[in-house]
C-alpha cells in the first residue's frame, strides 16, 4: 500500500512517498520563506500562487526517485490552514487521484503532525500526552490511539511559533521566527530579563503568550531609547526563549503527572527547538518522543504517514476538502 503525501497548508509545499510495508521512499520540500520573508509573515495568496508552481514537478520528482508510477492512496492535507494554499493542494490531489483511478484521503494537518515521531525506531504506545506546537497551534492533547484525542489545554491568544515569530519582528530577525531566535539565543543571557512565565500556576493546562509578548516588547523599546546592540537583542532573544520554554514543559509535566501518564510526545515547527528539547529530557523522568527535526516543520511525509494510518478510509474523489477550521477532536480512532 503507497501513499502519497501533499502538505500545502501554509508556506511549504511537502511531497512524499509512503510504503506501509517499505517505510518512507521518497520525499521532497520547496519552502517559500525567500517569497515572505520580506513581508515578515506568511501572504496567504502569494503561498497558494506558489504551490501551484511547485506541485507538480516535486510529486514527479518524488514518483521518479522511488521508480513508482502511481500511488494506491493519494493523501492531502484537508486543514486547518490557509484556504487558497489547501485549495491547491486538494485540487492536484483529486485530479491526479482522477487520472491514476486511485483512492483519495484528506488529512488533519495537526494529526500530520502527531503521525511524525511514528517514523522514528522506537515508536510511541498509547496512552501518550502530545504537546503540539506550531505556528498556529499550542495544544496538550491526550492521546489513547490514532484518531482519538482529549483537548486538555490550548493556547487563549497567540500560538508558540506565533510569538516566537511577533518577537522575531520586533527584534528585525526575519521569518520564520524560531530558528533565528533560537540562534541568537546562544549568544545570549537567559536571566538577562526576568519576563513572565505565563499562567504557569494557573489550575487549568491553558496556555497565553500575549502578556509575554508584550513584556518583551516594552523591554525593547526602553533598551532602545537607551542604545541597541547584538548583545542587547541576544538577551532579549534569550530571555524570551527560555520563558516560553519554561512555560511549555512546565505545563506538559504538569499534565502528565495529573494524568498518571509516563509518556509526552512533541510535534509541531516550534518541536525543532533544542532548548525545549533539552529541558523535557531534563525535567521529566517518562519517555519522550520527538520527530527528527527536519520533519518538525511542516513536510509531505507526515502526511503520507497519517495517511498510511487512515488507508482504511480511503474514498473515490467526489469533493475537494478545503476546512480553514477543523476541530482536531472531531477526528475519529482509526
Ligand atoms: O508546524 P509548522 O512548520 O507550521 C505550522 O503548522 O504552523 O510550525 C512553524 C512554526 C513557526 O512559528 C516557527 O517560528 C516555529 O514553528 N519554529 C520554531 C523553531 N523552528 C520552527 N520555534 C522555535 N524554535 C525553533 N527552532
Ligand atoms: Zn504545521
Given at each position: 500500500m503507497i501513499v502519497l503525501g501533499i502538505e500545502t497548508s501554509c508556506d511549504e509545499t511537502g511531497v512524499a512517498l509512503f510504503d506501509k510495508?517499505?517505510?518512507?521512499?521518497a520525499q521532497a520540500l520547496h519552502s517559500q520563506v525567500n517569497l515572505h520573508s520580506v513581508y515578515g509573515g506568511v501572504v496567504p495568496e502569494i503561498a497558494a500562487r506558489d504551490h501551484i508552481r511547485c506541485l507538480l514537478p516535486l510529486v514527479n520528482q518524488v514518483l521518479g526517485a522511488a521508480n513508482i508510477?502511481?500511488?494506491d492512496i493519494v493523501a492531502y492535507t484537508?486543514?486547518?490552514?490557509l484556504i487558497g494554499a489547501l485549495m491547491v493542494g486538494g485540487g492536484l490531489a483529486s485530479g491526479l487521484a482522477l487520472a491514476w483511478d486511485c483512492k483519495i484521503l484528506p488529512i488533519h494537518h495537526m494529526e500530520g503532525h502527531l503521525a511524525a515521531?511514528?517514523?522514528?525506531?522506537n515508536p510511541p504506545k498509547y496512552p501518550f500526552i502530545a504537546l503540539l506546537v506550531s505556528g498556529g497551534h499550542t495544544m496538550l492533547v491526550l492521546v489513547t490511539?490514532?484518531?482519538?484525542y482529549q483537548i486538555l489545554g490550548t493556547t487563549l491568544d497567540d500560538a508558540a511559533g506565533e510569538a516566537f515569530d511577533k518577537i522575531a519582528k520586533i527584534l528585525d530577525l526575519?521569518?520564520?521566527?524560531g530558528p533565528a531566535i533560537a540562534e541568537l539565543a546562544m549568544e545570549?543571557?537567559?536571566?538577562?530579563y526576568p519576563f513572565p512565565r505565563p499562567m504557569?500556576?494557573?489550575?487549568?493546562f491553558d496556555f497565553s503568550f500575549s502578556g509575554l509578548k508584550t513584556a518583551v516588547m516594552l523591554t525593547f523599546q526602553s533598551e532602545q531609547k537607551k542604545g541597541l546592540n547584538k548583545k542587547i537583542k541576544a538577551n532579549i532573544a534569550a530571555s524570551f526563549q527560555r520563558a516560553v520554554i519554561d512555560t511549555l514543559v512546565a505545563k506538559t509535566i504538569k499534565v502528565a503527572k495529573i494524568k498518571n501518564i509516563n509518556r509526552i510526545v512533541i510535534a509541531g515547527g516550534?518541536?525543532?527547538?533544542l532548548l525545549l528539547r533539552h529541558e523535557l529530557e531534563y525535567h521529566f523522568d517518562g519517555e519522550i518522543h520527538f520527530p527528527k527535526v527536519e520533519l518538525c516543520?511542516?513536510?509531505g511525509v507526515m502526511i503520507a504517514v497519517a495517511g498510511a494510518f487512515r488507508c482504511a478510509e480511503a474514498m473515490d474523489v467526489n469533493e475537494i476538502k478545503a476546512t480553514a477550521r477543523w476541530p482536531l477532536e472531531s477526528l475519529i480512532s482509526v
Open positions: 510495508k517499505r517505510g518512507l521512499l508510477k502511481k500511488p484537508a486543514g486547518p490552514g515521531p511514528f517514523l522514528e525506531s490511539s490514532f484518531g482519538k526575519g521569518y520564520p521566527g545570549g543571557n537567559e536571566t538577562a504557569i500556576n494557573h489550575a487549568g516550534v518541536g525543532a527547538n516543520t511542516d513536510n
